[in-house]
């Protein structure tokens, strides 16, 4: 007895039949989705960072890590993506991906830029201790001149905002020494901004401002420590073109002044503690504008009564 089946049924049946079946279409690593896609989006993300377009570079180079896992431009692409997100100070993003790097273990050359990539964010986001272990670990692993100078750069700013003076002033010289052997440019222009805020700094923890009683004697111990960290500060202000770091020092020399004129001291010191704040206020007008400003507070104001008197 022959049996007859309708066209619909052979159609239905050849697609099915040549059809996979799950098991087959499932592989534990189903590679590249496409190798043009996979270099069009590394070319793409790297122009667009070589452009300072960022925000495009990091989409890019997000998307190819995120689809092409195996990629032959893994490396660069990891850290074109890093860099970019430390200009777009987007640090934590910035972290997470060079964590992921360095569990990738990579050669040293490479890990080394990553761990210094790392440091900076680190520092950006205020995580100082983490900014120092991570500088630590880059000295370590034989750093090219330039990143060694950044380690100790990161150091130094983090040991600073913690007013561990003492360390942070080694981390300074140890920058100082490197930077005189072999100059680097971008730090050598930081150097004198670093030795500006130092001594603003260092001399920040004092009887003075602590709201407490203070003799004779330590007042002047005070004042010779207190100012002449101001002077040192000076020779280094005409190479600071940070006008936030010449702004503090303005504020702190300021605060400094108004605490010395409400002091109860004996006539002549005061005299003379006037006399070498205002030789130091000097110095500074002619080193840069934003210092000049300081002098402002302390000028003799002129008495309203004596303007009347010549009008009348």
Not at 13 to 19: K, N, R
Not at 58 to 66: F, G, H, P
Request: glycine fraction near 2%; proline fraction near 5%; aromatic fraction near 8%.
């Amino acid at each position: 007895m022959s049996c007859k089946f309708s066209p619909l049924f052979w159609a239905v049946f050849i697609l099915l039949a040549g059809a996979p079946c799950p098991a087959q279409t499932e592989t534990p690593n189903p590679g590249p989705r496409s190798e043009n896609e996979a270099r069009f989006l590394f070319e793409e993300g790297s122009d667009a960072i070589n452009r300072k377009d960022y925000k495009q570079g990091i989409r890019d180079c997000e998307r190819l890590l995120e689809r092409y896992p195996s990629d032959s431009n893994l490396k660069d692409a990891y850290l074109g993506l890093i860099e970019a997100l430390l200009v777009e100070k987007r640090d934590s993003e910035a972290l997470k991906f060079g964590k992921e790097c360095l569990d990738l273990k990579w050669d040293e050359a490479s890990s080394n830029r990553v761990r210094a990539l790392m440091a900076e964010a680190e520092l950006n986001l205020k995580n100082y201790l983490n900014a120092r272990l991570m500088a630590g670990e880059l000295l370590k692993a034989h750093p090219t001149a330039k990143q060694q100078a950044l380690a100790h750069s990161v150091s130094f700013q983090s040991l600073l905002e913690e007013k561990q003076y003492k360390t942070a002033e080694t981390e300074l010289d140890l920058l100082s020494d490197q930077l005189k052997k072999e100059p680097i440019p971008f730090y050598s222009k930081l150097l004198p901004e670093f030795k500006m805020s130092f001594a603003m700094r260092q001399c920040t923890l004092t009887h003075l401002l602590k709201d407490k009683p203070i003799t004779e004697e330590e007042t002047i111990d005070y004042f010779k420590e207190k100012n002449l960290c101001f002077k040192e500060a000076l020779p280094q202000a005409n190479q600071v073109s940070n006008v936030a770091v010449l702004k503090e020092w303005c504020e702190s020399f300021t605060v400094l002044n108004h605490e010395l004129q409400k002091m109860r001291a004996d006539p002549f010191l005061k005299e003379k503690i006037a006399q070498d704040l205002k030789s130091t206020f000097d110095l500074s007008k002619g080193i840069h504008v934003e210092l000049s400003k300081c002098y402002a507070p302390f000028k003799p104001k002129k008495s309203r009564r004596k303007r009347r008197l010549r009008k009348a």
